[in-house]
């Protein structure tokens, strides 16, 4: 799953994202956006465009930019009814925006930040101006996007609860309850089924549970089946054992009830993960999985077997469905909807 010769590539876009430098641009004036895209390119970030307000929603909601600089005066949906959209999403909410607007009188400014907005700037637009005002709020956006992504495991975690989870009873190291998937996932990476636990589990239990007593998270056990893997957490404590060993297991901080959420980890789970994130067919996400990757389109080809001129073709419709012009732009989105959705993902 993991190819060395790849991993200076990864690295950097997973770096570059990671700082919080994903723009969305909105503007219906090719000239502004031309301009503005280059300006920020040659800073560094990883941009992308939007002509309508129909087009910046969809962008966001697929891309979830760190900043967005919005055109207030656009035909259709303007400016404010896209920021007013943005901040009533609970996915994009969290997202500063940065008005551009040829608008000075005071009641328009008023207006603009009554959307949400954070910051505004006056057209004609001076790049250097705006890349002084976006630093200052990405600095704030960075914090607010570790708290999104915090919850955002929490409630995976409390999605799973029902699907792929297990309770275990300490010190025995007993099974009490599992789903239906986990059950499956056991038996294939493990060859167990309950109410016996495997030894591996047990034994990283009792290694870790007394530091999460203390607030610890530990780290997560891996077991691997060729080039998956099934990565296993400590999620919480359901209840205390009463049984007649309990008082030893208290002694070691490790007796009781546990709940254990179970996550597979393979290329198959990263595509599909980005074919619901991004709405992309399934044999587009395919091909901008293998993009991320840092693959060729002959490469492309010979991994789904087509021809290179194929997926060229996947990929240009890649391009326009997710608002970027560049094969890295592409792959930093991929690279940043698939951490989001499997944050111990690999590429």
Do not use: C
């Amino acid at each position: 799953m993991n190819d060395p010769s790849l991993a200076p590539l990864a690295a950097s876009l997973r770096e570059e994202t990671a700082q919080g430098d994903l723009v969305l641009i909105v503007d219906d004036v090719p000239d502004n956006l031309a301009m503005l895209h280059d300006a920020l390119d040659e800073s560094g970030y990883t941009v992308l465009v939007a002509t309508s307000g129909e087009a910046a929603l969809m962008r966001a909601a697929q891309a979830r930019p760190d900043i967005v600089l919005l055109d207030a005066m656009m035909p259709g949906m303007d400016g404010f009814e896209v920021a007013r959209r943005l901040k009533g999403d609970a996915a994009t909410a969290h997202i500063p925006i940065v008005f551009m607007t040829g608008l000075t009188e005071t009641e328009h400014l008023v207006a603009a930040l009554g959307t949400g907005a954070v910051d505004y700037v006056t057209k004609p637009i001076k790049p250097k101006e705006v890349l002084a005002r976006m630093d200052v709020h990405l600095r704030g956006a960075r914090h607010a996007r570790q708290q999104a992504q915090q919850a955002g495991h929490a409630r995976n975690a409390l999605d799973a609860f029902g699907y792929a989870s297990i309770t275990v009873r300490m010190p025995e190291g007993r099974v009490i309850w599992q789903t239906s998937l986990a059950r499956e996932l056991l038996q294939r990476y493990a060859q167990t089924t309950a109410p016996a636990m495997p030894a591996a589990m047990r034994d990283w239990l009792a290694q870790h549970l007394p530091a999460t007593r203390q607030g610890v998270e530990p780290p997560p056990l891996v077991l691997v089946q060729g080039a998956a893997e099934l990565q296993v957490r400590v999620h919480q404590q359901t209840g205390d054992d009463d049984d007649d060993g309990a008082g030893q297991g208290d002694a070691q901080g490790v007796s009781g009830d546990w709940l254990l959420i179970l996550r597979e980890v393979s290329d198959g789970a990263a595509i599909e993960a980005m074919r619901l994130a991004l709405k992309l067919t399934a044999r587009e996400a395919e091909v901008l999985y293998w993009v991320a990757k840092g693959k060729t389109n002959k490469d492309i080809g010979d991994i789904l077997g087509s021809s290179p001129a194929t997926a060229k073709k996947h990929l240009e419709r890649i391009y326009v469905k997710l608002g970027v012009e560049t094969r890295t732009a592409a792959a930093a989105v991929a690279l940043k909807r698939i951490r989001e959705s499997l944050p111990q993902f690999q590429l």
